[in-house]
C-alpha cells in the first residue's frame, strides 16, 4: 500500500473513531434531557391530576373522572393513568398506546428510563386514595431517532468533506517526495550530471542534498571507470618497448580507415640494424633503440598519422 493510501486510510480511521465518540456523546446526553424531561412531564401530570382528582373522588363521580383521565392522557405523552379511590373496589386505569417510527434494534440499543409518578389523592385529613402515571416513550424514542439520523447525516457529509481535503493536501504534501522519487529513477538513465533542485520543504532538503552527493560520487565513480577502461584499452593497444600501436592497435585503425568515406595510404618503415644490434649487444641495447626510435616517432609533428609497430606483441609473450 502507497504512502498516500496509508495516510487516507489512518485519516478516515480517526475521523470515525471521532465522529462515534462525538455520536455516542451527543446520542447519551440527549438520551438523558429526554428522561429528566419525561420524569419532570410525569410529576408535574401526576401532581395536577391529584389536585384535579379530589372533587369527583369525595362524591364518587367516576364518569368525570374517567373523563379527566381520558383528557389527561390524550396528548400522548402518557401511557397508563391508575386511579385508586376508597369508594371504588377496583382501580380505574386509563391506557393509551402509541406506535413509535424508531426502530426495534436503535429502542434495544439506546435505551430509554420508564417515568413512571405516583401522587396521594388528600381529602383533609384523610387519603382518599391514588394515581398512578406511567409515561409512553414512543414520542421520546421518536426524538432521539431524528436527532441521530441529523447528526449521522452531518457526520458523514462532514467526513467526506474532510477526506476530500485531506486527500488533495496529502497529493499537495507528497508532491515533492513523488517528483524526488521520479527524478531518481530517471537519473538511472539520464546519469548523474545535472544535481536536483533544492527542496523548499525543510523535511526533503536533507535527502535531497543526500541524492546529489550521491549522484556526484556515482558520477566521479564512473568517470574514473571510463578512464580506466580508456587507459586499459590503451594498454592492450601498446608496445611495451616502444610505446606504439601494436596489432590490436593497427586492425582497429585499419577498419575505421576503411569505414571512413575519405581516402588513405599506409607506410611500412623496416630497420633491419634491430635484429643485427640484439645478436651483437643483447636484448636490452634492442629494446633502447626501440624505446628511443618509438620516442622520436612519437614526438613527430604529423599528429594526425599514427604509428605501429609491426610484429609487436607483449614483451611476456615474446
Not at 114 to 143: C, H, K, N, T
Not at 256 to 285: C, K, M, N, S, T
Not at 294 to 311: C, D, E, I, T, Y
Request: hydrophobic share 45%.
Amino acid at each position: 500500500m502507497s504512502l498516500f493510501r496509508r495516510s487516507i486510510a489512518i485519516m478516515v480511521g480517526l475521523l470515525f473513531l471521532f465522529s462515534a465518540g462525538i455520536f455516542a456523546i451527543e446520542v447519551h446526553q440527549t438520551r438523558a434531557s429526554l428522561a429528566e424531561r419525561q420524569q419532570a412531564d410525569v410529576d408535574n401530570l401526576a401532581q395536577a391530576l391529584s389536585l384535579s382528582l379530589v372533587p369527583f373522588v369525595e362524591i364518587g363521580d367516576w364518569t368525570s373522572a374517567e373523563t379527566l383521565m381520558r383528557a389527561a392522557a390524550d396528548g400522548g405523552s402518557v401511557r397508563r393513568l391508575r386511579l385508586e379511590a376508597v369508594g371504588r373496589e377496583e382501580p380505574l386505569v386509563i391506557g393509551s398506546r402509541r406506535d413509535s417510527d424508531t426502530p426495534q434494534w436503535f429502542q434495544r440499543l439506546v435505551v430509554l428510563p420508564d417515568a413512571v409518578s405516583e401522587r396521594e389523592i388528600s381529602g383533609g385529613w384523610s387519603a382518599l386514595g391514588s394515581i398512578r402515571v406511567e409515561s409512553e416513550r414512543a414520542g421520546a424514542y421518536d426524538q432521539l431517532w431524528y436527532l441521530a439520523l441529523q447528526l449521522l447525516t452531518w457526520l458523514a457529509i462532514g467526513m467526506l468533506g474532510i477526506v476530500v481535503l485531506c486527500a488533495l493536501g496529502f497529493k499537495l504534501l507528497l508532491g515533492p517526495l513523488n517528483r524526488l522519487s521520479r527524478r531518481i529513477a530517471d537519473m538511472q538513465i539520464d546519469g548523474f550530471d545535472e544535481a536536483l533542485e533544492p527542496s523548499r520543504i525543510r523535511e526533503l532538503q536533507g535527502i535531497t542534498e543526500s541524492v546529489n552527493r550521491l549522484g556526484a560520487r556515482l558520477n566521479q565513480q564512473f568517470e574514473q571507470q571510463a578512464e580506466q577502461v580508456v587507459r586499459l584499452q590503451r594498454l592492450t593497444e601498446q608496445d611495451a618497448v616502444s610505446q606504439l600501436g601494436n596489432r590490436a592497435y593497427l586492425a582497429r585503425a585499419l577498419d575505421e580507415w576503411l569505414a571512413a568515406p575519405v581516402g588513405g595510404a599506409l607506410a611500412i618503415l623496416r630497420i633491419d640494424h634491430l635484429q643485427e644490434l640484439y645478436r651483437r649487444d643483447g636484448f636490452e641495447a634492442r629494446d633502447q633503440a626501440i624505446r628511443s626510435l618509438g620516442g622520436h616517432l612519437r614526438g613527430h609533428s604529423w599528429k594526425a598519422v599514427p604509428f605501429w609497430r609491426p610484429g609487436s606483441l607483449p614483451r611476456s609473450s615474446r
